[in-house]
């Protein structure tokens, strides 16, 4: 660095940076020594296609538990699509890590969007619903 570089602002920042490249690039040959180079059977890139095919078409054909329950609930009762933060909110909103209702036949259908659930039978949601019904999605279904 020449004299005229250290009078600059943020000189002296400037300096410890090099000094710390200076000192990791030093520090490059040690990395090789974390590795340890193995051998490995060969691997047959066709059968892992094939396997990866299959595995597409049988879950595209097999349709989601999510989307069975969803059904299933839709059939059962009265749904509706309300604000995630109700239900966060109440006292039966199951404790982490489950995400689920308490209330005895109330049931959290679905996770619509990341702001909102889809619920069926919620005597709360029912009755905050009569109160004010702007706090409801337009979404029911």
Same mark, same amino acid.
């Given at each position: ?25 030093? $520090?490059?040959?040690?990395? *090789? @020594?974390?590795? %340890?180079?193995?051998?490995?059977? !060969?691997?047959?890139?066709? #059968? ?40 966060? $909110?109440?006292?039966?909103? *199951? @404790?982490?890590? %489950?995400?689920?209702?308490?209330? !005895?036949?109330?049931?959290? #259908? ?32």
């Amino acid at each position: 660095m020449s004299d005229d570089e250290t009078d600059e602002p943020l000189a002296d920042v400037r300096r410890r940076i090099d000094e710390r490249r200076d000192h990791d690039d030093d $520090g490059g040959a040690d990395v *090789a @020594a974390l590795f %340890e180079e193995m051998s490995v059977a !060969e691997i047959d890139e066709d #059968a892992v296609w094939t396997a990866l095919a299959t595995d597409a078409d049988s879950a595209a054909a097999a349709p989601s538990s999510a989307a069975a329950t969803d059904s299933a609930a839709a059939d059962d009762g009265e749904t509706t699509v309300v604000e995630s933060s109700l239900c966060h $909110g109440c006292p039966h909103f *199951a @404790a982490p890590p %489950e995400m689920g209702c308490t209330h !005895e036949g109330t049931t959290i #259908a679905a996770m619509v969007d990341v702001d909102h659930f889809r619920v069926v039978d919620c005597p709360i949601v029912a009755r905050r619903a009569g109160d004010d019904p702007s706090d409801f999605s337009a979404d029911h279904e």
